[in-house]
T-cell receptor, first 113, second 117 residues
Framework: GENVEQHPSTLSVQEGDSAVIKCTYSDSASNYFPWYKQELGKRPQLIIDIRSNVGEKKDQRIAVTLNKTAKHFSLHITETQPEDSAVYFCAASRGTAGNKLTFGGGTRVLVKP | GAVVSQHPSWVICKSGTSVKIECRSLDFQATTMFWYRQFPKQSLMLMATSNEGSKATYEQGVEKDKFLINHASLTLSTLTVTSAHPEDSSFYIC?????????????FGPGTRLTVT
């Protein structure tokens, strides 16, 4: 089955700096890669996703890049703000109707004011 | 976007009892729903795929006789934790995909915090 690894497990950045989180996946058939932000006790919130037919996607301060050949994808947050502090998860799936998600281990991001 | 609800949002039960958690898709039909479990400071782990009108598909290592899943309608899946023990205490989250949408986005319920004493 799919295996997703995520690094780093914790990330501390100064407000205004950029944050980068990296994930690798094992299943070459995976074609859907979402990123989630989760606050304590809450449901995961989709912040951006990318399909395998696209190499990069951007939404304001957030961007995701995908390297299918190397089987890795990254989340980039620019101009970080204190409210970006949360746990971030990457995930991968085959994107079909039964598209179960395999999650990475998570990254705890702390943005220091 | 689509909305998924869960009930209850939290529950405390005694060891040995059973607890039922409901997952509903409020504004769309879901032939498939997913159940995840999340222990404190850990990631979401898929427990099973719930299929409307048929048996659930369990992930390796998940006891199907302990975690009973029923998907009796296109908008409701239930997870019953039988003979609960303290090690079953966790955050249980369901998700579903709205097949009317071209995206692959899954919509998550708000989660159910289970504490077994």
């Amino acid at each position: 089955g799919e295996n997703v690894e995520q690094h780093p497990s914790t990330l501390s950045v100064q407000e205004g700096d950029s944050a980068v989180i990296k994930c690798t996946y094992s299943d070459s058939a995976s074609n859907y890669f979402p990123w989630y932000k989760q606050e304590l006790g809450k449901r995961p919130q989709l912040i951006i996703d990318i399909r395998s037919n696209v190499g990069e996607k951007k939404d304001q301060r957030i961007a995701v890049t995908l390297n299918k050949t190397a089987k890795h994808f990254s989340l980039h947050i620019t101009e970080t703000q204190p409210e970006d502090s949360a746990v971030y998860f990457c995930a991968a799936s085959r994107g079909t109707a039964g598209n179960k998600l395999t999650f990475g281990g998570g990254t705890r991001v702390l943005v220091k004011p | 976007g689509a909305v998924v609800s869960q009930h209850p949002s939290w529950v405390i039960c005694k060891s040995g009892t059973s607890v039922k958690i409901e997952c509903r898709s409020l504004d769309f039909q879901a032939t498939t729903m997913f159940w995840y479990r999340q222990f404190p400071k850990q990631s979401l782990m898929l427990m099973a795929t719930s299929n409307e009108g048929s048996k659930a598909t369990y992930e390796q290592g998940v006891e199907k006789d302990k975690f009973l899943i029923n998907h009796a309608s296109l908008t409701l899946s239930t997870l019953t934790v039988t003979s609960a023990h303290p090690e079953d205490s966790s955050f249980y989250i369901c998700s579903a995909r709205d097949l009317r949408e071209p995206s692959y986005e899954q919509y998550f319920g708000p989660g159910t915090r289970l504490t077994v004493t």
